[in-house]
């Protein structure tokens, strides 16, 4: 059983948005550092967001800094990434990621369980 399940993406025109949803298994869900990265076609495996436990503390990928946001609902155990002004080269497999407290969530070695990802084309 997979412990985490992405949902949300699809295809969206450059400039618009979409909101991706994660829901995951892990208990107890609040010591779990959570985070969204991508993979596109050919390339290496991208960091985009991370947020903490509490969700009070974040960090972002460079090129989506003042696009998306991260944000966690610890009570029904998901995060969300919000993408807005979406552009063509965001085009990827994104997938959520959980690690337990304790790793660097910029990294990959941070990251203990993996969902299966959710594609999101960015394309007119």
């Known amino acids: 059983q997979v412990p985490l399940v992405e949902s949300g993406g699809g295809l969206v025109q450059p400039g618009g948005s979409l909101r991706l949803s994660c829901a995951t298994s892990?208990?107890?869900?609040?010591?779990?550092?959570m985070g969204w990265w991508r993979q596109a076609l050919g390339k290496e495996r991208e960091f985009v967001a991370t947020?903490?436990?509490?969700?009070?503390?974040?960090a972002y990928g460079d090129s989506m800094k003042g696009r998306f946001t991260i944000s966690r609902d610890n009570v029904n155990s998901k995060i969300y990434l919000q993408m807005n002004n979406l552009k063509p080269e965001d085009t990827a497999v994104y997938l959520c990621?959980?690690?337990?407290?304790?790793?660097?969530?910029?990294?990959?070695?941070?990251?203990?369980?993996w969902g299966q990802g959710t594609q999101v084309t960015v394309s007119s």
């Open positions: 990621a959980a690690g337990y407290l304790g790793g660097d969530f910029t990294t990959l070695n941070g990251y203990d369980y």
């Open positions: 892990l208990r107890p869900f609040n010591k779990y550092g």
């Open positions: 947020v903490s436990w509490s969700g009070e503390v974040t």
